[in-house]
């Protein structure tokens, strides 16, 4: 009987822990979730409309939310009135029903708004794609080369650049947004970035990349610097990819990939100079690949291993699995962070960086609850091809 009372109390409680915390705290967390793809979304819309079609927008989608809450509040109004039915055996809270009705308004909304902004998107693309057309003009004497070139061109007269400035730009709050990563597909957000027309040169090349590859049917791809803050776009002609970069390092035209290392090491700007001398790798942001090698720079092949070493004495070393590689390059533009990682259970970590640089390498784990670091200076000069650098790892105190 006890027992029986026992498993009675604490089946109660779980019944009105669940009504009073768990019910509630799930109708928060929807609430917020919804109210937080509505300021998104608003947002991304803002960074692709006029100030007057913005205001437009919001008009027409909050009559249809007023509307839609008119509805629900007559059918809450009828609800109660109608007491007479002998299947109500008791009427919902006022509260709880003005909840639920928010609460599917805000879904509603969120549901308005992701059309909304794909096909407003499309639409204003198409519509910048023409525009882009009829300006290049692209003469028979035009190879499809210079046609892409000028194209690059006529998009970066009417590009603001927003370096300095605190502008969102919809690249970075699309890829850094926890959600709108996985709603917002790739294509719609290059599209988007056509649209808005500013932001950095991750902006710019992604928007060149983007307009070419549909203008023309070009395959192209965008690159981004390690050592550098820096990102390129590049388009494949007969046969080879060509650097698209008019706002900083090819201002006078497309240059080969193969001698992009050469023409930024020989350039006349100390700025493009720069360039050369800061990067350490040129990663492809599609696959991931690092394409130095194939613009022209000297690589070098670069195993690192890890190991602990708690004393002076030999004997006591071990492998160092598992631990945070980082790499430093002091000389470069802004980030000096170039490269990063982790061991794998021999303690190697293997990269490839451009040689005549000095880098440093930092070496942490956290082993058996302890501290452990480890720092190595690597001077990469070429010849050798490869090499292999131990760091020593000790407690930190």
């Known amino acids: 009987m006890l027992l029986h009372n026992i498993k009675h109390k604490i089946m109660d409680l779980c019944k009105l822990l669940v009504k009073v915390v768990l019910i509630p705290a799930f109708v928060v967390g929807i609430v917020f979730l919804l109210c937080y793809m ?72 969120v549901a308005l708004l992701i059309p909304v902004t794909y096909f407003y998107t499309e639409y204003k693309y198409l ?23 000028t194209t690059a061109k006529i998009y970066l007269k009417k590009f603001k650049s927003t370096y300095g400035l605190p502008a969102e730009r919809p690249y970075l709050l699309v890829t850094r947004d926890p959600i709108l990563q996985y709603i917002v597909s790739k294509d719609l957000l290059n599209r988007m970035v056509v649209i808005s027309g500013y932001g950095g040169c991750g902006e710019l090349a992604i928007a060149i990349s983007t307009i070419v590859r549909d203008i023309f049917g070009l395959d192209t791809r965008v690159l981004n610097f ?24 090819t201002p006078k035209g497309p240059i080969r990939v193969g001698f992009y290392a050469s023409y930024l090491a020989n350039s006349s700007s100390e700025n493009v100079r720069r360039v050369y001398e800061t990067a350490a790798r040129l990663i492809d942001i599609e696959s991931g690949k690092d394409l130095a090698y194939e613009h022209g720079f000297t690589m070098v092949n670069v195993t690192v291993t890890a190991i602990y070493d708690p004393t002076a004495r030999k004997c006591d070393e071990e ?31 293997s990269i490839t960086l451009t040689s005549g640089k000095q880098y440093v390498i930092l070496v942490e784990s956290d082993y058996k609850g302890v501290q452990w670091a480890g720092v190595a200076v690597l001077c990469l000069t070429a010849p050798p091809y490869t090499y292999n650098v131990t760091v020593l790892l000790r407690v930190v105190k």
Request: net charge positive; with cysteine; proline share 1%.
């Open 38 to 109: 509505v300021l998104m979304y608003v947002k991304l819309l803002s960074m692709i409309m006029s100030q007057l079609e913005l205001i437009v927008c919001i008009i027409v989608l909050s009559a249809f939310a007023i509307g839609v809450a008119v509805f629900m509040l007559k059918c809450v109004v009828a609800s109660r009135i109608d007491r007479s039915l002998s299947h109500v055996k008791k009427q919902k809270p006022i509260a709880t029903t003005l909840i639920m009705a928010f609460t599917i308004l805000l879904a509603i909304l």
């Open 127 to 149: 519509k910048a794609l023409e525009k882009l057309s009829m300006k290049v003009k692209c003469k028979d004497s035009f190879s499809t080369l210079d046609c892409a070139w």
């Open 226 to 249: 390690e050592g550098i803050d820096h990102t390129i776009a590049e388009v494949y002609v007969n046969g080879s990819w060509y650097v698209l970069d008019p706002g900083f390092t």
């Open 319 to 349: 492998l160092a699995g598992g631990a945070k590689v980082s790499i430093f390059l002091e000389n470069n533009f802004y980030d000096v962070l170039v490269a990063s990682g982790t061991t794998n259970d021999s303690g190697k970590f």
